[in-house]
Structures are given as structure tokens and as C-alpha cells.
């Protein structure tokens, strides 16, 4: 045998993927293959994984361009018109609460926000899907899940502001919330940490031969961090009642999908490797998040073993109030995208069946805009970031340890508390 | 009471642990079927079956990550990380997850975990099996961290430590594991049957985490340290003549400083001694909380010995350790110091 001669070969040259399109450019989704609603299978829960690769590459639609549900996803649902109208409504107090925080923390009334604009059907929808006592480990961008669990606007408010009110006694960055209560497990910042935490906690219900199942939340770039791989080992080795959901909105600050996804396609196909089943969704389809969601959540609960999610959406705002996309991106892009907008797809389809219209819609805002602004004038009396009261900063040595010890003891007296 | 060695001790510890709360589980690498490398939590799964005593993936992020979440839920995990050395892929979840989920959400969720690591060298484990990384914890708020040196220390704080509300970290110096070490490796190796600290009392009982002891009293110098060091320390004490006293911390974090001020304003001079390397060591917080506290009783400098600064190295080990010929000669530079 010849040793191989180096010489032979040309030189190696390193890949870096590259977006389609940068500022400029003329977005162009035309590669993104989109089936038409409702022609997607919609297997038995207790599938063998082995048979729904595909899924993993398509997309599950539940809406289609008229406003209709169809298809098997659809006729699965079981959902009634109030249902439909609750959803919507949760979107658009989502769309508007992020709105009016925007708008304060450019009015310097808080540090810093995240917006949801155009991923409002995810973290709505699928929180719907989950029972009390079920437990939510998300990233900073699925405050949906509050909302659709009735945690009161205010509490997130007073939280944002980082007033005397805050639950989280003014010491975590703005939408970094926190309630046991309401299935909503505390957000770190770091990235990807919650992903393995949320299948240790399904293991314990497990362990413990409880009831409750947990769900995972990640973005598109963070699958790329160590922490998915030791979460999809776990839930697949130890069948974890979790569901794993990955929210893929194209951009992790200025960084696109292809980055972190690198030649795998998509990353619902990420979990064929761990006999994972794999689902692709429209993430901009309310119905098809939630009959997807409740596909996943019915596994959990039956003992079958963890699911992964990809819900393919588009972050039509800027990654943080400290971002400005159109420094990497066209500003035409967002309109480009093809899977439309989740509140206006739910609101057409409502319509569609007769229960709606653009007068109650326009109604609805105004109520909603009104009750929010009112919700803001009372949180914004108690406290903004630089006016007004907020927690002492004595509390600043409380919660280290459930018991002070003697060093941080001496500390707070140093500090003058 | 009964003999044990130290891997007896802590298997008892946890046997008692997970026989009275049900919600005490126990898992790692290789912990479950076979019972540890180092045989700790041998029989656990035969006795509490394997959904309370298990093996896991080869992920130490993914160990601590899951205990974390089962904390969360309300379990107590005691998890094992193989050897200390392997814990660095499980550091963020232990800095920013587990040592601050009680701050940040404001108390509504905590992280009751105990995360065992054997810690040390004297074992021929070169680099990557004997390092001491207690400094890495004590300067993350929010962790204790506990070392011990003896059998029945070691059943007693790792009881305490599954017993408390917060994450702690749980260090087992693997050269102690099967006797008392004095960093005379080139003479006979001693068992704990023969210690008196080898006799562990039986069922449960607590040593509290916070609370040092003085292992010799002395009048001529203090030496703080714990661990594999509190038994060189005793050795290096007797062949150097200077009647020392020798403080074992046990716990790092919080730390005893009552204990630590009494005897160094008695004594004059102090002496800090850890296997772990010594830059940025747990010594240095050590040697600038006693110029704090007892400066004016203070006779001389205060001294560090420790492994030097380099890795661990595989053969050249009794040079790199800290032994009794090292601390014998750094006490009585010390005492000399008029």
C-alpha cells in the first residue's frame, strides 16, 4: 500500500455558510419548500420514530390561505370557537404588551427588552397544551407561556420595571421571569442550560411516579451548544416525559440559521440520531402549534418518551432592544416571509367560520391596548427603573443561601444594611 | 460504632440517607449496576432499585443539568462526577444554574444537590485524576463546599450536606479513600481500622457544615487545612518539633472563622497548607482573612505551602506534592521569625 502524497491533493480551503441575502440584497424565500396545509400526515403518538422521518423535513400546516383548519392535524384538535378566540386574544396581548414595553424602555423606563413580534403563536399556542402543574423551562422569548397560563400582566410589568413590586425583588434583567406557580420555570440568560435541566425535572416526575410532564425551550442557535446534546442523551436514554422544543426564527442575534444548523437540513432533524421523533411545524400557525403541541404532551403523559419540536418562524423584530437588524439583514425580509403572520392567520380564520370580523378585531385591540396602558400607569406608579420605589438594596443579600452566612452577614452590615 | 474506610463511610451515608426520604437519588457514571469507580454506591441500586441509583451518559453537564431540574422538582439528587478533574464541562451549570436559581427567582425555586467528586493526587493519576479545584467553588456564591479527612467526618458532613437547602459541593480526597495518608508514600500504607476516626458511628448523625475542629492543639504556630493535608499536617508537626496547632476546616464554605481567630491570636503564626496549586488559591483567601482578623496578634508572616504551579505531573508526583518534609521546614522557618 502507498502512503497517500499530500501533493496530489489541492489545498484545503475552510467553509463558512453564508445567508442568502444580506442588507441590500433582495430577499428571496423562495428555497424554503412550503407544503400546503393540511397535507401532512398526523401518525398515532405511540409511532415508531423509524417511520416518521420525513416529518422531520417537512413543515405541518393546520391553516390555509382562505383561513380554513384542514387536514388531520386539524380534525384532531377538537377545538371550539371560544378556544380560538382565547388564542387570539393571548397573541394580541402578547403583540401589544411588548409594544407598550418597547416603547418604555426607549423612554428609559427599563434597561432592556425582548420582543415576541411574529413568534406570538408559539409559546400561546402551545402552552395550551400543557395541564397545571406541567413545567416550562423557556429561553427569554416565550412570555406567551405566561400569558396563556393567566400570570397576572402586572407581575410582568413591575418585573420589567424593576420595581418595589417585582417578584424577582430587582435582581434579574428585564424578562427574565420566574413562577413555579404558573408552570414557568426561572429564565437564566445563559443559553441552553434550561434544555438538560427541563428533562431532569420530567425524570424526577418520573422517578417520583408523578402526573406532570416538562417542556424545553431553545432557539435555532443555541442547539449548537453542548447543553442540547446532553438533553437529547437524557430524554432519549431515559425516555423523559419532556417535550423538546426548538424555536428556529432564522437569527440568533446576527448570526443565520446556517451557522448552527450547519448540513443537517433542519434541526427537527437533529433528534433521528437519538430515535427522537421529529417534528417540523409552521410556528406562524396557531392551530398547527397546538395540534402539534398536544401530539407531543399526549407521548409525555402516556409514558412514550420525549419529542422534538421545530417550529419554523421568522423574528420580525430585532433580537433585544440592544440590536438593530437591518445592520445584517434586509429590512424587506420580514415581510418576505412566507408563513405570514400568526395573529392576522388566526384572526382570517376566525372570520373565515363567522365569528369575527375587522370591527371586533379593531375593538379587541383598543380593549386590550387599554387595559395594558392602565396595567402600565399602576406599575409604573410603584416604580420604573430610575423613579419611584424598588426593592431595598438590603434584599440584595437575601436568597444567596436559604440561611445568610456569617460572611455575608458582615458584608451587609459593611454595605450600611 | 463501626470500622470503615472512607468509601464505606460515604456508602453508609448515602444507604442512610436514601433509606430515610424516599426523595434522595443517586446517579453518575458507572454509579449504578457496578457502584462507582470507587465503589461508594456499591449496592445502592440492588437495595433502592435503578430509578433512585442509576447510571448515566458520559456528560458531566448533562449529570449536574438533570440534577439540577430534579432539584428543582423536588428531589434531592446526590450526584457523582467521576473524578474532580472531570467537573469543568459541568461549570456553568454549576456557577450560573445551580448556585443562583434560589437568588434569581427569588426563593420560589432552589436546587437542594449535592455533587460528589473525588479531589486529590497521591494516586499516580497524573493530571487529569488529582486535581483540586475547591478554589473554582469557594468563589462562587451561592455553593458550599466541604472537604473532609476522616471516615466519620465524612459520613457525618455528607449527611449534613443531603440534609441542606442549598447546593454543595462535596470533595472526597481519593488518597484517604482507603486510609490515612501522611505524604510518607515511600512507607507501608496505613488502613482506617486502625484510626480512631475509622470508627463511624452507626444510623444517622450529622456533622454540621460550618464547623471546623482542632485535630492537635499547639502553642507555637496554627496550621489551617483540610483534607489529605490535616494528616500531612499532623505528620510535619511531630518531625519538625514545633508544637503546632492544626486546624482540619472541613468546610471551606462557609468557613469557620471562630474557630480560626481563637487559635491564630493564641498562637501568633499561621501557616496555610493545601495540595491544591497556589496561585489564586483557597489559601490566599485564607491568609488575607487571618491578616484581617488577627493582624495585631500576628508574630510573623503568614506562610502558604501548596502544590506548586504547574499541572500535576505523573512521575515526577512526590516532588510536585506538598509533603511533610515541605510543611516540616515552612514551620520552622516560621517559628524563627523573631
Known amino acids: 500500500m502507498q502512503r497517500p502524497d499530500p501533493n496530489d491533493y489541492p489545498p484545503l480551503g475552510l467553509v463558512v455558510p453564508e445567508p442568502e441575502v444580506r442588507p441590500g440584497g433582495q430577499p428571496d424565500f423562495s428555497h424554503v419548500a412550503i407544503p400546503r396545509a393540511g397535507t401532512v400526515r398526523r401518525p398515532p403518538v405511540d409511532v415508531d420514530p423509524e417511520e416518521i422521518r420525513d ?270 437588524p437591518s445592520a445584517y439583514r434586509p429590512a424587506e425580509e420580514s415581510t418576505a416571509w412566507p408563513l405570514g403572520d400568526p395573529v392576522l392567520r388566526l384572526k382570517n380564520h376566525l372570520i373565515a367560520l363567522g365569528h369575527w370580523s375587522d370591527e371586533r378585531h379593531a375593538q379587541a385591540e383598543a380593549e386590550i391596548l387599554a387595559e395594558i396602558t392602565e396595567q402600565q400607569k399602576r406599575a409604573e406608579a410603584i416604580g420604573t427603573l430610575h423613579h419611584g420605589q424598588h426593592p431595598s438594596p438590603a434584599d440584595m443579600f437575601e436568597d444567596v443561601y436559604a440561611e445568610m452566612p456569617p460572611h455575608l452577614l458582615k458584608q451587609r452590615h459593611e454595605a450600611g444594611f | 460504632m463501626a470500622r470503615m474506610t472512607m468509601i464505606e463511610a460515604i456508602r453508609d451515608a448515602l444507604d442512610v440517607a436514601m433509606g430515610a426520604d424516599p426523595s434522595v437519588v443517586v446517579f453518575g457514571e458507572d454509579v449504578g449496576y457496578f457502584g462507582g469507580v470507587f465503589r461508594c454506591t456499591a449496592g445502592l441500586q440492588a437495595k433502592y432499585g435503578k430509578t433512585r441509583c442509576f447510571d448515566t451518559p458520559i456528560n458531566e453537564s448533562g449529570i449536574v443539568g438533570a440534577g439540577i431540574g430534579m432539584a428543582a422538582y423536588g428531589l434531592k439528587p446526590v450526584v457523582e462526577i467521576q473524578f474532580a478533574d472531570y467537573m469543568y464541562p459541568a461549570y456553568d451549570q454549576i456557577v450560573s444554574e445551580a448556585a443562583r436559581l434560589r437568588y434569581r427567582s427569588a426563593g420560589q425555586f432552589t ?121 500531612v499536617a499532623l505528620a510535619a508537626v511531630e518531625e519538625s518539633g514545633v508544637d503546632a496547632e492544626v486546624i482540619d476546616l472541613r468546610t471551606l464554605l462557609p468557613l469557620d472563622m471562630e474557630t480560626i481567630v481563637a487559635s491564630v491570636n493564641k498562637t501568633g503564626r499561621c501557616l496555610v497548607l493545601h495540595e491544591a496549586t497556589l496561585t489564586s488559591g483557597y489559601g490566599a483567601e485564607l491568609a488575607a482573612l487571618v491578616q484581617a482578623e488577627c493582624f495585631w496578634h500576628l508574630e510573623a508572616p503568614i506562610r502558604r505551602v501548596a502544590g506548586w504551579d504547574t499541572p500535576y505531573p505523573h512521575t515526577h508526583e512526590w516532588s510536585y506534592f506538598p509533603g511533610p518534609a515541605r510543611v516540616a521546614e515552612a514551620l520552622r522557618q516560621l517559628v524563627e521569625v523573631a
Open chain 1, 55 to 324: 416529518l422531520a423535513f417537512t413543515i405541518i400546516r393546520v391553516l390555509n390561505r382562505e383561513g380554513q383548519a384542514v387536514g388531520p392535524w386539524a380534525e384532531a384538535l377538537e377545538i371550539t370557537p371560544d378556544d380560538l378566540l382565547i388564542g387570539l386574544r393571548h397573541m394580541m396581548t402578547l403583540r401589544i404588551y411588548d409594544a407598550r414595553m418597547l416603547n418604555a424602555q426607549r423612554q428609559q423606563k427599563t434597561s432592556f427588552y425582548m420582543q415576541h413580534l411574529g413568534e406570538e403563536a408559539i409559546s400561546c399556542g402551545f402552552q395550551r397544551a400543557l395541564a397545571p402543574g406541567d413545567m416550562n423551562f423557556p429561553t427569554y422569548r416565550q412570555a406567551g407561556l405566561l400569558i396563556a397560563a393567566g400570570y397576572p400582566l402586572s407581575a410582568m410589568m413591575n418585573q420589567i420595571f424593576s420595581n418595589a413590586e417585582d417578584p424577582m425583588r430587582g435582581r434579574q434583567l428585564p424578562v427574565c421571569y420566574s413562577s413555579r406557580e404558573h408552570g414557568f420555570f426561572t429564565i437564566s440568560g445563559n443559553l441552553a442550560t434550561q434544555f438538560i435541566q427541563a428533562v431532569g425535572w420530567a425524570m424526577a416526575s418520573a422517578i417520583s411516579g408523578d402526573r406532570k410532564i416538562s417542556a424545553a425551550w431553545i432557539g435555532d442557535g443555541s442547539t449548537a451548544e453542548s447543553d442540547f446534546h446532553a438533553a437529547l442523551v437524557f430524554a432519549s436514554t431515559y425516555k423523559a416525559p419532556v417535550i423538546l422544543n426548538i424555536v428556529n426564527n432564522q437569527w440568533a442575534i446576527s448570526t443565520f440559521q446556517g451557522i448552527a444548523r450547519g448540513g443537517s437540513g433542519t434541526f427537527a432533524a437533529r433528534g433521528h440520531g437519538f430515535g427522537i421523533p421529529s417534528l417540523r411545524v409552521d410556528g406562524n400557525d396557531y392551530l398547527a402549534v397546538l395540534a402539534v403541541a398536544k401530539w407531543a404532551a399526549e407521548r409525555a403523559r402516556r409514558n412514550l418518551g420525549p419529542t422534538l419540536i421545530e417550529y419554523v418562524t421568522y423574528r420580525a423584530g430585532g433580537h433585544s432592544t440592544s440590536d438593530d
Open chain 2, 111 to 231: 436546587c437542594p444537590m449535592v455533587v460528589r467528586m473525588p479531589t486529590g493526587g497521591g494516586i499516580f493519576g497524573g493530571q487529569t485524576h488529582s486535581q483540586s479545584p475547591e478554589a473554582l467553588f469557594t468563589h462562587v456564591t451561592g455553593l458550599k463546599t466541604v472537604v473532609p479527612s476522616n471516615p466519620r467526618d465524612a459520613k457525618g458532613l455528607l449527611l449534613a450536606a443531603i440534609e441542606d437547602p442549598d447546593p454543595v459541593i462535596f470533595m472526597e480526597p481519593k488518597r484517604l479513600y482507603n486510609g490515612p495518608f501522611d505524604g510518607h508514600h515511600d512507607r507501608p500504607v496505613t488502613a482506617w481500622k486502625s484510626h480512631e476516626l475509622g470508627e463511624v458511628p452507626e444510623g444517622h448523625y450529622t456533622v454540621p457544615l460550618g464547623k471546623a475542629v482542632l485535630r492537635r492543639q499547639g502553642r507555637a504556630a496554627t496550621v489551617l487545612t483540610y483534607g489529605t493535608m490535616v494528616h
